[in-house]
């Protein structure tokens, strides 16, 4: 009997009271839930009230189980081969893609939460863990990080600007950024201005859930990315992460326009104000397109601007907010500012002297919403129009955290005030979007 | 014919192009759309390319014109009063509702947006404005204040939350109090905490559209809130706003759940991470409860702990923060600091050393999430254990603008560290929901 490596306490208990070995088809039950694997090895300090099965679909679950759960050894099946598989020989005709890892859940294979961690992100690695891909592209893997995303800075959005820009002037199919989810949308952001003219998908790719969770997103979203990456027909930056909690649809979200919007779901990731770019249907491989407006593949050359610069501040306002925070920004000579503020782009009348500070001084302060949906319209109110006296720039449907990073590359640009206004104010890399004709009686939607 | 007060410029050249004056019943028509109602006069001030009809509803709407309108009186209907109504006679066994108006735009009649104000909440003007709350209560009309919303403080929330107090006691079957959308959720959180045993329902209201635009929720709110407020089964603080894009329902929030999540739709208030409490059917005047486990009206008496701190910051997290801004805070003599961190809880560890700090200095650090959907968990990855240790407290699925507020109240109520860290972690006001139990594999609602 194969050793049962990995698996202790409560789990261990279970497996032996079946008689079952790792390679042994079992059927697990509790309370009326049925799964049905192969019994697979676990890695060294996990837990003891998991039981993880390869499943029909080639996936690993980690099963939770319970003093109510059910053991039953169906079959001793072909013994899973525990070394790594050959690497699959190239397949002539199929697209290359590039995966880099940088850190985060989907980076890792088994049992991130305790610590365990191994980097799965050799291409050897990842075919073992996801041998789907092989059928998807020549996959290449490289590790630049191994980092938690909220420690990610504009040095590393630079770098993997910089190497992402080399990777697709070597001539791959595509480009797969695999990170952590906290701040993915900020980095997708940050590449979307700084590669604006890339010639093939720049795909970002997360997960919510780590492999050896019954709901891993890992392998599913990792398969679509790949797929997005070697074939979709459009250049440039997009996320591609779980469309709803099953686990059949990825949704294609515009770089500029992706926001984690939940902190343990699936589906976190949500286009704001914006329609997803297209949709990646898992069992068939298909992407159907919902937006055909984009630069079609390989009708640009990738231009580099991997410059940002780091004194630009996001400043939530919130009622009783002390303006003081503003003047720390002037005071330790911050470039750029963006407000998040209330409704249409609005902050107590208290803040106005040190807003009007920061623009005598030269910073450029941007306003957006908390609101997070919807535009900023500093006309309407006498409130926002003062604002927009003062010199307070309405940035228009961009999200705030896009607006920061916005604001940080763009003045990796220009010093040029009016050069910074006018970039900050145009539509780049789609993080504004149209305003749509005003139509008497139902602006529900602009 | 009477005078076409208010209209200038193109409308004026429409009306006259009709031969119709004040009154008369019209028919406007643009490319398909047809309005018809009684023309009314405007105040002075307005714009030249809106005609406000009142509609057989009762309701007037500002049509907005172009070259395209094409105009047709339908008949000289009979004239309407121009001055105001007799008030109607307390209609016995009607519930008693005060209307207390802060500002905003629910809070005007028309054209709001040139500046041209007219703040209708006399009684007599509500009655005026929708006659129809003469038959949901005897509603009495009180101005508090005439704010834009962004610009209350601390101070704004004590006042209220002692005036409304007082009316309670004095005996009304409801309170509802008509303010700016832009802070209502800030507000509402601190009346929910400040009132925390309300007998009877405290209902804010606002709206997202003046009414003198052709698609104002400002009277449809309004009847919601006076109906919610005479009539629903509970005490308690709760935001009544439009449901969806249709006039036809409106969601009753939960004070401490209840966010702004659109500049400019009407139906932009959102309950986040629970559903809304009741809808209000509009036609029917039917209040259906959707969350029945609430505090019975009547069964409580109020209790009135309106003090709250301002020394209280919320900061946004974002990629390179500059931890300086946790240092101002700390020299600034701050009692407490609200994170708005990545994830499930988490900003950069660069961020640690001054966090630290802050604990040291006696200063409650609590963490909410920037997703604002779901619950923070410092327990998943190694970044939220080191960051507890530190001493920062993780606040559950709390909003980030309500756990400011609370931690504002918990601070006026109580300088003592370790009540503040167990009131803050306790739910108090429905702002913390209940964990549900983690079902394995579907655990993607917690």
Sequence with gaps: MQELTGYKGQALGLIKSAGASIGDKLKLAREGEIVEGLLMPRVAGGDDIHIVLKLATGYNVGVKISEKTRIQV????????????????????????????????????????????????????????????ASEANVTAKVLYSLFSENFTTKHWKEIATTVSDEIRSGVSGVVIAQ??????????????????????????????????????????????????????????????????????????????????????????????????????VESRKLEMLERDLPARGSSEVVCKPNFDDRVGLVKFYPDMDPGIIDWHVTNG?????????????????????????????????????????????????????????GVHPLEDMLPETALVKLMWVLGQTEDSHEVAEMMRKNLAGEISPRRLEISGNDEDH
């Excluded at 500029?256 to 914006?274: L, M, N």
């Excluded at 302060?365 to 609101?371: D, P």
């Design 74 to 133: 169906l079959g001793t099946g072909v013994k899973p081969t525990l070394s790594r598989p050959p690497m699959p020989n190239a397949t002539k005709g199929l697209p290359r893609v590039t995966i880099f890892s940088t850190g985060g859940t989907i980076a890792s294979r088994v049992d991130y939460r305790t610590g365990a961690v191994e980097a799965a992100l050799s291409a050897e690695d990842l075919y073992s863990f996801v041998p789907e891909l």
């Design 334 to 390: 911050y470039h750029g500012l963006i407000l998040e503020g209330t409704g249409l782009g609005h902050v107590s009348a208290r803040c106005y002297p040190s807003i009007e500070r920061a623009v005598k001084d030269g910073i450029f302060v941007g306003m957006t919403s908390q609101c997070l949906w919807g535009r900023v319209d500093m006309n309407v109110y006498s409130t926002g129009i003062d604002l927009q006296k003062i």
């Design 180 to 281: 952590g989810t906290d701040t993915l949308g900020y980095c997708a952001a940050a590449l979307s201005f700084a590669l604006q003219s890339a010639p093939v998908p720049i795909v970002f790719v997360a997960a919510q859930r780590s492999s050896d969770r019954p709901s891993s997103d890992a392998a599913t979203n990792l398969i679509g990315a790949v797929s997005v990456a070697a074939k979709a027909p459009f250049g440039g930056v997009v996320a591609v992460m779980h469309r709803w909690l099953s686990d059949d649809t990825l949704s294609v979200h515009k770089g500029t326009k992706v926001r984690k919007c939940h902190t343990s779901r699936r589906d976190a990731f949500k286009s704001i104000g914006a329609t997803p770019l297209a949709r990646f249907h």
